[in-house]
Nanobody, 127 residues
Framework: QVQLVESGGGLVQAGGSLRLSCSTS????????MGWFRQAPGKEREFVLA????????YYADSVKGRFTHSRDNAKRTLYLQMNSLKPEDTAVYYC????????????????????WGQGTQVTVSS
């Protein structure tokens, strides 16, 4: 069993920045992937980025490339999402997700392929 706890959401003006964090605990000794998704009201859950923990390979959604980055603390098993140049369309509930690495990055952006989810944290960007 894996537990994920997110923090760091809030209200920010367009052009501002926020940093989210996701801490994981439980059985994470095998190669795994941690990712961020977001869901705006009335929309499907959308991929933001994913990180293969063992080597740091990172996969970004086109909508956030150049604005969002990540960092991580291996000792704390925490993934950070740094969001810069925020836009009103970034407003959503942001979810941290976890899945085991299955040998390929195929479907790494597909929400249904993730096994564990955090509770979500609201990010609101005002115009």
């Amino acid at each position: 069993q894996v537990q994920l706890v997110e923090s760091g959401g809030g209200l920010v003006q367009a052009g501002g920045s926020l940093r989210l964090s996701c801490s994981t605990s439980g059985r994470t000794f095998s190669t795994f992937v941690m990712g961020w998704f977001r869901q705006a009201p009335g929309k499907e859950r959308e991929f933001v980025l994913a990180v293969k923990w063992s080597d740091g390979s990172t996969y970004y959604a086109d909508s956030v490339k150049g604005r969002f980055t990540h960092s991580r603390d291996n000792a704390k098993r925490t993934l950070y999402l740094q969001m810069n140049s925020l836009k009103p369309e970034d407003t959503a509930v942001y979810y941290c997700a976890f899945r085991w690495w299955v040998g390929t990055a195929t479907n790494i952006g597909v929400a249904s392929r993730y096994d564990y989810w955090g509770q979500g944290t609201q990010v609101t960007v005002s115009s």
